[in-house]
């Protein structure tokens, strides 16, 4: 009997499969904590937009007051196609942006002017305040600014308990 070996055995693959199974073990906790270093580098780069776009914002269309919420900021000056904020942060009050949610408010303020983008009188504000919380439950990394243009962290969202223009309680400064 003469038998003609091609191909592999059964347990030739068995073993390459469980190689595979090891070396996904191995990378794959990897590949999620780069992930979330990822979005968390996309959050503080999205608080520092924040910051730039309401700085703009009071210096050129608001008389010194601050946009109440992203889609504010989100809608150009007359004469402009160019919002003050773009990448999408401005499409809603509320935007899912790589694992986070961001979100930006400011109590109006009786006293302010119209502004030059179509918000009306009393409704911009002396101070604002943004986070960016993450989506994921496993992610403990939450990252809140302020007119004080400071970007803080912690470990639970800072929206809530943030102020509007000075040093929150909770929280430690990044930048």
């Known amino acids: 009997m003469n038998r003609n070996a091609r191909g592999f055995a059964l347990i030739d693959l068995i073993f390459v499969c469980g190689i595979i199974g090891l070396l996904a073990g191995i990378a794959l906790p990897r590949l999620l904590l780069a992930k979330q270093a990822a979005g968390a580098a996309s959050a503080i780069g999205s608080m520092r937009v924040v910051n730039s776009a309401e700085l703009t914002f009071a210096l050129t269309c608001a008389s010194g007051f601050y946009a109440p919420n992203l889609t504010t900021l989100g809608t150009p000056p007359p004469g402009s196609r160019e919002p003050y904020i773009s990448g999408g942060l401005g499409a809603s009050d509320t935007v899912d942006k790589s694992g986070y949610l961001l979100q930006l408010s400011g109590t109006a303020y009786a006293g302010a002017p119209s502004t030059c983008n179509g918000l009306g009188p009393g409704l911009s504000s002396q101070g604002f305040k943004a986070s960016a919380d993450p989506a994921e439950p496993t ?27 000075s040093v929150p309680t909770v929280g430690h400064p990044i930048y």
């Not at 992610?139 to 102020?163: H, K």
Request: zero cysteines.
């Open 139 to 165: 992610n403990t990394r939450f990252f809140a600014t302020n007119a004080n243009s400071l970007i803080y962290e912690g470990t639970s969202s800072l929206f809530a308990t943030m102020p509007e223009v």
